[in-house]
Each structure stands twice: as structure tokens, then as C-alpha cells.
């Protein structure tokens, strides 16, 4: 736990002084260039017109400028916050942005957190103080210095004792025991060793960071997203980096800091937005969504239920063919159809083969019937004749349809609708029953992965695409050619008794690198591209909660991320769902064999001590062999349990929920109740205080929210009230876990209403 040592001082008001002064300075820079940047936006805005290319690089330019001044704005508070004095060196300020003088030489005045020069604030200690004689914390309201706090790690000026494992203690107190807003904050100012390591470390590589509950596995992901942006700025502003987080409430939550820290490269998303054109956020039980994530179960099945799609009729079919009855035989398509099958191509790009050796047996039987030589000679028909029997077989909208019957052109959301509303085709393709759903229901997050793997069975034929794509750009480059010689045309006749060269447009440009030009350049941002293109791959693909992703879900993530630069932070205790991963080389062992790096995150910033003893005997009980993090703190508040009739149990809970809000005052109460009683209880929350939030997607800026442990994943309240913990743990065979990420949402105060006996889990607190 944090206690001061002497090594930290108080410094004196002359102090404070000076540093409101070089404070008031770095304002008045930051002022400036905002200026500078908002006069360049202006100027651009008022500019119109031009070539298509010109109004391509103004966008780029407009939208550097916009991006400028939204970092700068964002920095408004807490622009700087931090001080390293060394023995042999200037000091160095440290802030959110880095900022430089205006003079020839460029001083830096203010290092940004993400640059190399500014790591001794998060790494120096006593022990190892990296040149570093002082650490000093500026504590800041608005552009006003409210105080400085000092760590000397000159031994020599120290008493050497100070923790080794906690930098900048009062900052980082005072950080954890403020209250939530319902919002994540940036920790630039106070992050800790341990997790520096996590948010610089390389690019390249699968890193899995574990840690439980609240040891800022969120957090580092995110600074480490900033850090990534700022030190491979070129890279991946180019490729994006995508942040997958559980659920929308958690993206809500998160969404905050990333702007905070001033970037704004980066896709946020869900499982359920993965697939462009579908949002699922159908709710399914676990243990169906447990099926549809399992590789081993899904992958043949979906083979299978594309490969019924590819069919033959039992006997023959017949179709009119020129005033004639064409009879389709089912040997001819089932040749035509394991030819298609042994492209080994997708279904969409094989079914060109299909066709061209269906209407080539085909044309063999016309033929064979209407060139046979009566004398028993070889056919009459000249390979023309066949070419044209060719012709006419494909341009025959009735032939065209049967063989488009037996081998039809899908799409995933086709293929799956048509897969998990039907029981025959469920059996077939070697489905359970359990898959069956309605028409009528949405999709859900585990069928995103699945209409992914669709999308790769089926493929897309483009060639009709690529086709018209090339005779547009021939289309234009013969246009161009034309501008071109009416220019070279129009060239004034007096020029052609001048000796010396006069260079025209054709002197300069030729018709392609014209149409080039003037061809419209895409100016999205890399993070909505990849949005809108199943396809993209990220330069670095960061995962939240990533326990609960399925193998199917990362299946679909290394898809997107073949080069598997790619950060997964989680916890696998707390592992809800039933198709997560218990162990990590669970996940990354079938893609990377033993090539992924494990870091472990060991201190609880979250939850204080009172609170992680009751965690602590859940822990024991899902694993004994599993430690839970320490708490950095101790709240002073002994968390506790009730027993209230089942009948009183809404009028006792609100009753508790307004001692709650009043204690934690004006922070967050969070309520976690089984699925069951949500909306009953929500209901009655609502009615009897106003502004609590319920719902699938509760707005977390109230000060009160009742949710499921599902929804609060990854979440924090100053106060948390669980509901009936029995009926979350008999709720899903991972109930246990469900229990342990309850509790360890508590900020400070937790308390326990139960209606049955209370589990033997919760005994410390009965
Ligand atoms: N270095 C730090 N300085 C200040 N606050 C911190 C620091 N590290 C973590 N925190 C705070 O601790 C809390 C928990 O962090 P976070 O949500 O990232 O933890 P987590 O490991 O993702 O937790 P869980 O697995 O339980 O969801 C947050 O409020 C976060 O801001």
C-alpha cells in the first residue's frame, strides 16, 4: 500500500512561482499555434475549385490542420504535468503534446509523454534513477498551478527509502481516489513501471499482457494505441489500428481517452461491427454462442453448408434450348461441379469453371446429336460450330438458370440466414438443433466470425468488375488523348519558327499519368476505410476482454492481422463466456506457435484491499493455484452483506442504492443483478430514482446504473451493490468468474443483498 517516504518533499512558494511562470509560457505557445493553425484551416476553407487532384491535397491539408487544432484543444487541461531535473542537463517539462520554441533553434519547451526523452519520469526510482536528481509533479486546474509534489532520487539527497514500485505516489493517490464520472480517464501522468514496459514496447510481435482485475490492462492498451501512433506515425496512420472491446457501453466508456491523448487514427469496434453492413447486437444464450465460436464444430459445418449449395438433381433436368428440349444430365453437372470443386477456388470465383464445363459437356451433346454423320464418319460440326453451340447455350437465359440453380451465387448473410433458420439444413451441414432460430432474429456477435468465414468460402467474382473497371480507365485515357491533341492543336502556329523548345502539356504529361491525376483519391482516414472494407488489414490490432473472444472470433482477428503485430490484454479468470480461453496458448499457439511474449500487470489500482480480500476467497475457489492482484490502497470501508426477503428486496435495494449515491457523492453506484431480475428490478430503480440507467445499453454518465456482470465488463463504480450473488453464480457454468468480476468493480464501497443463504464464497462477509 502507498505510504509517503521521505524522499518526497513539499516545495516552497518560490517554486510554485517560477513554475506558474514557464506554465503561463507554455500557454501562451500553445495559444499561438493554435492561432497559426486555425488561420490555415480558415484559408483553406475559402478556397474552391481546382483540379480534382488540387482538391484532393487541400482535403488532406484541411483535415491535417483540423487534426492539429483538435489535439491541441484537447491538451487544454493538464497541458503539462510533470518535471525531470537532472544533474547533468537542462530540465525537461513533460506534457500531453510536445511543443518547441519559436526561435531558429527549436527548443523544446514541453516533451511529449510518448517521446524517449520523457521515459525517466515513469521509469526513474532511487535505485535506478537514470541522471535523474528530481521528479517533480505539477498539479494543475485550468491553466492555474495548484502545487508541486517532489521525488528526490538522488540517493544522496534522499533517504533511498522510497517504493520502488510506485512512482509519483501523491499523483497516483489522488487519481485513484477521485471520483468516477462515468468516463475513462488518460493516466500520462501517472503511469507506473510495470506498465511503461507494456505501453513502449516494439511494435512487431503477438503480446498477451495478463492481469487481473483493475491493474489497468484498458488503460495501457490504450496509451499503448498512443504510443504505437506517435512512435510508427507513418506506418499506421497508413494501415489504422483497430481497438476491439467487448460491448458498446465499454467502447462509450473508452472512448474518451484516446482524443484525450490526441489521436485520432484508430478504429474502435466491437466483434459485432466487424463484418461491414451488419451491426449484431442480437442477444443469444452463451451456450449457443458457445457453439458458433467453436472452430472445431464451425469450419467443416460451413463447408458443408456451402458445398449443399453446389447441387445435382437425382436424375436429369430439362430445360427449352432453342425450341428444343435440353436435357441436363446429373453426371454432366456432377463433372462440371468436381471440377469447379478442384480449383480449390470460393464458391463465387469457381462457378465460372462450373459453367464453362457444364455448357462445354452441353455443347458436346447438341453435337453429338445434330453433327453425328449418318455414315459413321467423325462429327460434322467444325470446332466453329461448337464455339458457337458454346455461345448460344450461354447467352440462354433458361440454361443460364438452371445451371445458376445448381451452383447460385451467395452471399454469407445468404448462406447463414438460409443455414440457421432451417433444420434439414442445420442437420446436413452436421449443425445441432440448438442453432435454430427464428427468421426473424437479428445477428448476433458470434455469427459476425461466421459470416467472415463465409465470405472467404464464397469469395467474389470481380471479373465483370475488373472488367468494367479497365474499360473505364481506357475510356478515359482515349479522352484524355483527345484533350491532349486538341491542346498540342491549338498551339499557336507562330511558336513553330521559334528555335528554341516550348514545352506543351504532351511535352509533360502523357494521356495515363493525366487520367492519373485527375483520378479522385480516397482522403477517409485509414480507421474508416478498414470500417467499411472486411478485408483490411491493420497495421496493429489491439484486444480488450480478450478471454472472451472464441476461436472462431480469432480466427477472424489474425485474418485481419497477418502480420499478428497485435497486443491482447486480459484476464483469464475472469473469463465469462463459455467459448473464451482459459489459458492464452490456447489462443495464439495454432497462429504463432511459441512466438508471443507474456507480460503480467501484478498491482490492483482499482480495487482497494477490503474489497480484494472478498475477491480474493472467489479467486481461491474458481482456481486455488490463482493469486489475485494486490491493491494499491485501502479504502477504510468494510464492504458487506444482507439478507432482505425476497419480497422486500426492490424497496430494500432502493433504499440502499440512495445511501450509496449519498456516501459516493457526486461519483457512481453501479448495481449487478442476475439476468433475471434485471429488467423487474430496473424497472422499479427507475420509478423510485430519478436518473438511474437501465437498459441494453445504459448511459454510464448517470449516477446510478443497474446492468448484468455482462454489461459491466471492463467497467467501474465508486460504489457497487451486488444482486442475489447465488443467482449469478448458478446462472452460467462460468458463474464464479461472473461473481469475481462483480465485486472487482468497486472503486471504493461494496455491499452484498442476497435473498437465499449467502454462497459459501461470501462467507468472510457473513
Ligand atoms: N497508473 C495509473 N494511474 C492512475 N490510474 C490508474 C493507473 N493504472 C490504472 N489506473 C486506474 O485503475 C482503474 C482500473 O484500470 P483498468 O480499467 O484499465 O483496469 P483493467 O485491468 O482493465 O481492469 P478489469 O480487468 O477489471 O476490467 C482505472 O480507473 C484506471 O484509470
Not at 501 to 515: Q, T
Not at 637 to 656: M, N, S, Y
Request: overall charge negative; hydrophobic content about 40%; proline content about 5%.
Amino acid at each position: 500500500m502507498i505510504a509517503r517516504k521521505g524522499a518526497i518533499l513539499s516545495s516552497s512558494n518560490a517554486d510554485v512561482d517560477s513554475e506558474q511562470a514557464y506554465l503561463t509560457a507554455l500557454y501562451q505557445r500553445l495559444d499561438q499555434l493554435r492561432e497559426q493553425a486555425d488561420g490555415r484551416l480558415k484559408a483553406i476553407l475559402l478556397e474552391a475549385g481546382g483540379t480534382p487532384q488540387g482538391r484532393t491535397q487541400r482535403e488532406a491539408t484541411r483535415s491535417h490542420y483540423a487534426e492539429q487544432l483538435a489535439q491541441m484543444n484537447s491538451v487544454e487541461n493538464g497541458l503539462c504535468f510533470g518535471r525531470l531535473d537532472f544533474s547533468a542537463d537542462v530540465p525537461r517539462y513533460i506534457g500531453r503534446i510536445g511543443l518547441f520554441a519559436e526561435d531558429r533553434d527549436q527548443d523544446p519547451l514541453l516533451i511529449d509523454w510518448r517521446a524517449a526523452a520523457a521515459r525517466p519520469f515513469y521509469l526513474a526510482t532511487a535505485v535506478s534513477p537514470e541522471g535523474v536528481t528530481r521528479r517533480r509533479h505539477l498539479r494543475t486546474r485550468g491553466r492555474v498551478l495548484t502545487g508541486v509534489d517532489d521525488e528526490v532520487l538522488d540517493i544522496e539527497s534522499g533517504d533511498g527509502t522510497g517504493r520502488e514500485d510506485v512512482t509519483g505516489e501523491a499523483a497516483l493517490l489522488s487519481a485513484l481516489t477521485a471520483n468516477r464520472t462515468g468516463r475513462m480517464r488518460d493516466i500520462v501522468e501517472t503511469i507506473q513501471a510495470e506498465q511503461d514496459e507494456v505501453i513502449r514496447s516494439g511494435l512487431a510481435g503477438a503480446l498477451v499482457v495478463q492481469g487481473g482485475p483493475g491493474t489497468g490492462k484498458t488503460a495501457v492498451a490504450l496509451h499503448r494505441a498512443a504510443y504505437l501512433l506517435y512512435t510508427y506515425r507513418q506506418q499506421l496512420t497508413r494501415s489504422g489500428v483497430l481497438i476491439l472491446g467487448p460491448n458498446t457501453t465499454f467502447l462509450r466508456y473508452i472512448s474518451q481517452v484516446l482524443p484525450s491523448l490526441a489521436e485520432t487514427g484508430v478504429l474502435l469496434a466491437t466483434l459485432g461491427d466487424m463484418f461491414p453492413g451488419v451491426r449484431a447486437r442480437a442477444v443469444e444464450p452463451g451456450a449457443v454462442a458457445a457453439l458458433k465460436g467453436d472452430l472445431e464444430l464451425m469450419l467443416p459445418a460451413l463447408e458443408n453448408a456451402v458445398a449443399d449449395r453446389q447441387t445435382v438433381p437425382d436424375d436429369f433436368a430439362e430445360v427449352d434450348h432453342d425450341g428444343y428440349p435440353l436435357r441436363i444430365d446429373r453426371t454432366v453437372l456432377e463433372d462440371a461441379r468436381s471440377a469447379a470443386r478442384r480449383t480449390g477456388r470460393p464458391h463465387n470465383v469457381a462457378r465460372a469453371v462450373f459453367v464453362t464445363e457444364a455448357i462445354h459437356q452441353l455443347s458436346q451433346q447438341i453435337a453429338d446429336r445434330i453433327g453425328a454423320d449418318p455414315l459413321g464418319g467423325d462429327n460434322l460440326l467444325s470446332e466453329a460450330d461448337l464455339a458457337e453451340t458454346r455461345r448460344e447455350l450461354r447467352e440462354d437465359v433458361d440454361v443460364q438458370q438452371a445451371l445458376f440453380d445448381f451452383w447460385p451465387v451467395l452471399t454469407p448473410r445468404q448462406v447463414l440466414r438460409d443455414l440457421l433458420t432451417d433444420a434439414g439444413r442445420l442437420e446436413s451441414a452436421g449443425l445441432p438443433p440448438a442453432l435454430l432460430r427464428d427468421e426473424s432474429a437479428g445477428w448476433t456477435p458470434a455469427d459476425v466470425p461466421l459470416l467472415d468465414e463465409l465470405a472467404e468460402l464464397l469469395g467474389v467474382d470481380d471479373t465483370l468488375k475488373v472488367r468494367e473497371q479497365s474499360r473505364q480507365r481506357k475510356a478515359a485515357i482515349e479522352y484524355a488523348e483527345g484533350v491532349l491533341e486538341i491542346v498540342e492543336g491549338s498551339r499557336s502556329l507562330d511558336f513553330e519558327d521559334v528555335e528554341e523548345e516550348i514545352l506543351s502539356a504532351i511535352d509533360v504529361v502523357d494521356a495515363s499519368a493525366f487520367v492519373e491525376r485527375h483520378e479522385v483519391i480516397d482522403t477517409r482516414t485509414a480507421a474508416e476505410r478498414a470500417a467499411a472494407d472486411r478485408t483490411w488489414v491493420f497495421g496493429h490490432v489491439i484486444v480488450d476482454e480478450a478471454q472472451e473472444l472464441s476461436p472462431m472470433a480469432w480466427r477472424l482477428l489474425m485474418r485481419r492481422c497477418p502480420s499478428r503485430s497485435m497486443t491482447a490484454v486480459g484476464d483469464v479468470a475472469q473469463t465469462s463466456e463459455l467459448s473464451g480461453s482459459t489459458t492464452w496458448d490456447q489462443v495464439f499457439e495454432p497462429y504463432v506457435a511459441q512466438r508471443w511474449r507474456l507480460v503480467e500487470l501484478s498491482v490492483n489500482y482499482r480495487t482497494p484491499a477490503e474489497v480484494m480480500t472478498v475477491a480474493g476467497d472467489i479467486l481461491a475457489a474458481i482456481d486455488p493455484a490463482l493469486r489475485p492482484p494486490r491493491s494499491v490502497r485501502s479504502a477504510g470501508v468494510t464492504p458487506w452483506a444482507r439478507r432482505v426477503a425476497p419480497e422486500g428486496l426492490a424497496e430494500e435495494l432502493i433504499a440502499d442504492v440512495r445511501k450509496e449515491a449519498g456516501a459516493v457523492e457526486p461519483g457512481r453506484v453501479g448495481v449487478l443483478v442476475p439476468a433475471r431480475l434485471e429488467s423487474s428490478l430496473g424497472a422499479e430503480l427507475v420509478a423510485a430514482v430519478p436518473g438511474a440507467a437501465v437498459g441494453e445499453q445504459p448511459d454510464l454518465l448517470n449516477h446510478v446504473v443497474l446492468m448484468t456482470v455482462q454489461q459491466a465488463k471492463g467497467l467501474e463504480f465508486d460504489s457497487v451493490l451486488v444482486v442475489c450473488p447465488d443467482e449469478i453464480i448458478a446462472e452460467s457454468p462460468r458463474g464464479l468468474s461472473d461473481l469475481y468480476v462483480a465485486v472487482t468493480r468497486a472503486t471504493q464501497r461494496l455491499g452484498i443483498l442476497h435473498t437465499g443463504p449467502l454462497p459459501g464464497v461470501l462467507s468472510s462477509l457473513g
